[in-house]
């Protein structure tokens, strides 16, 4: 059985940063960590769930929210079964429970995270103004 842990959120001043971490253990039969699509959501308090970034397999394509474009980071080290989300200039908007998330394939249901595979339980970051 695949799990997903998060960890790292904590509280942050507006501007600052803050890099939250998932680590991936077990594996299904016939896929390992390094096949499966990985990406970062978030759901803040009285909103509905939303995609911040996503990355491919190789680490040769990644997506972002608008709302997070150019100011975070998701990358992946597959020797770790680790992904990664950096997270720079942060507002007091970014407040939210950050979920990781993996799937098989990406598409159109990663806007909402429909259907994804496996879910982390989530790490909550603060920001404060």
């Known amino acids: 059985q695949v799990q997903l842990v998060e960890s790292w959120g904590g509280l942050v001043q507006a501007g600052g940063s803050l890099r939250i971490v998932c680590v991936v253990s077990?594996?299904?039969?016939?896929?390992?960590?390094?096949?499966?699509?990985m990406g970062w959501f978030r759901q803040a308090p009285g909103n509905e769930r939303e995609f911040v970034a996503h990355?491919?397999?190789?680490?040769?394509?990644?997506d972002y929210a608008d709302s997070v474009k150019g100011r975070f980071t998701i990358s992946r080290d597959n020797a770790k079964n680790t992904v990664y989300l950096q997270m720079n200039s942060l507002k007091p908007e970014d407040t939210a429970v950050y979920y990781c998330?993996?799937?098989?394939?990406?598409?159109?249901?990663?806007?909402?995270?429909?259907?994804?595979?496996?879910w982390g339980k989530g790490t909550l970051v603060t920001v404060s103004s």
């Open positions: 998330a993996a799937d098989p394939s990406y598409g159109s249901t990663w806007i909402k995270g429909d259907g994804m595979d496996y």
């Open positions: 077990g594996r299904t039969s016939g896929r390992t960590f390094s096949t499966y699509h």
């Open positions: 990355i491919g397999w190789r680490s040769d394509s990644t």
